[in-house]
């Protein structure tokens, strides 16, 4: 949410200047749609730090009182195990490595979950790989991660899943 940058002259404070990165404002109403759909959990696996992560994830309803976050370096410390049976308490992974992602995608696959990722970095290729379901958000997303998933959303919008979800239900009942 704010990226802080300390400008320290001769060792005397200069200055200090906050930059927000705004929400998009369909994230809070996609969430939420998703959550209507009936997604029985949506988390945020993100490079940030955990207090913009759970600002983020509050405000757009990923976390609620019922769930947690933790770090990559906490998930480090947690064996493949250990994370299968603590990984629907968590809602938002703050601080993760590529590693970390897929270890969350097969934790949630070990607990009989059918598992989405959503990304658009070369960073998110092996979630996207070891998800049941890889979406990568095409519009300005890295050719890798556009290769190895299985959907492509080309407006990057996040939405743009609700309205997948509702026309492949849709299909499926028509069928």
């Given at each position: 949410?704010?990226?802080?940058?300390y400008?320290?002259v001769?060792g005397v404070?200069?200055?200090?200047?906050?930059?927000?990165d705004?929400?998009r404002?369909?994230a809070?109403?996609a969430i939420?749609?998703?959550?209507?759909?009936?997604i029985?959990?949506i988390?945020?696996?993100?490079?940030?730090n955990?207090?913009?992560a759970?600002?983020?994830?509050r405000?757009?309803g990923?976390?609620?009182?019922?769930?947690?976050?933790?770090t990559g370096?906490e998930l480090?410390?947690?064996?493949?195990?250990?994370?299968?049976?603590?990984v629907?308490?968590y809602?938002v992974?703050?601080?993760?490595?590529?590693?970390?992602?897929?270890r969350i995608?097969?934790a949630?696959?070990q607990n009989g979950?059918v598992?989405?990722?959503t990304?658009?970095?070369?960073?998110?290729?092996e979630?996207?790989?070891?998800a049941d379901?890889?979406c990568?958000?095409g519009?300005f997303?890295?050719?890798v991660?556009k290769g190895?998933?299985?959907i492509?959303?080309?407006?990057?919008?996040?939405?743009?899943?609700?309205c997948a979800?509702?026309?492949s239900?849709?299909l499926?009942?028509?069928i």
């Amino acid at each position: 949410e704010y990226s802080h940058l300390y400008l320290a002259v001769s060792g005397v404070l200069a200055a200090v200047i906050c930059i927000s990165d705004p929400l998009r404002a369909e994230a809070a109403d996609a969430i939420k749609a998703l959550h209507d759909c009936g997604i029985s959990k949506i988390v945020m696996m993100t490079g940030d730090n955990l207090i913009t992560a759970k600002s983020i994830a509050r405000r757009i309803g990923i976390l609620t009182d019922d769930s947690s976050a933790v770090t990559g370096e906490e998930l480090s410390a947690l064996s493949d195990e250990e994370l299968a049976q603590s990984v629907k308490s968590y809602s938002v992974f703050a601080r993760i490595s590529p590693p970390d992602k897929t270890r969350i995608v097969k934790a949630w696959q070990q607990n009989g979950a059918v598992v989405t990722v959503t990304g658009d970095s070369v960073q998110d290729t092996e979630a996207l790989i070891s998800a049941d379901i890889g979406c990568a958000m095409g519009k300005f997303g890295a050719d890798v991660a556009k290769g190895t998933a299985d959907i492509v959303i080309s407006n990057s919008r996040f939405g743009s899943i609700v309205c997948a979800i509702k026309e492949s239900r849709g299909l499926f009942d028509n069928i």
